[in-house]
């Protein structure tokens, strides 16, 4: 059970990818709006990692979801965005890191 005493099925319990990277849109979206405290700064650093493992439930409780199945396939899109965002983001660290080690290597060696 939750605070709402509504309860939450294990199946829907998990971390949500859609929730972590788009949270204050997938919260907008999800009729639950604890994601909006990502506006805070400093304090999103904390909070995009719980709204990624609390999401689900969040989501669930808000919702007016007929079954599991329903709520997994409206959550699965959300799933997909988010971990292609995710992964996008890291490989444009990982690019940005290369070019400006390029960029200091270049320099070093020029002197």
Do not use: H
Not at 4 to 12: C, D, I, L, S, Y
Not at 44 to 67: E, L, P, T
Request: hydrophobic share 50%; net charge positive.
């Amino acid at each position: 059970m939750d605070e709402n005493g509504t309860q939450v099925p294990n199946e829907v319990k998990g971390w949500n990818w859609g929730a972590f990277m788009y949270n204050i849109f997938w919260g907008i979206g999800n009729k639950t709006y604890l994601p909006l405290l990502c506006l805070i700064p400093l304090f999103n650093i904390v909070w995009i990692f719980v709204v990624g493992f609390k999401g689900n439930s969040w989501a669930w409780q808000k919702g007016n979801y007929k079954d599991v199945e329903t709520f997994k396939a409206v959550q699965a899109t959300w799933n997909r965005a988010g971990l292609v965002q995710f992964i996008i983001s890291i490989a444009g660290v990982i690019l940005y890191v290369l070019f400006f080690a390029s960029i200091i290597s270049a320099l070093v060696s020029n002197y």
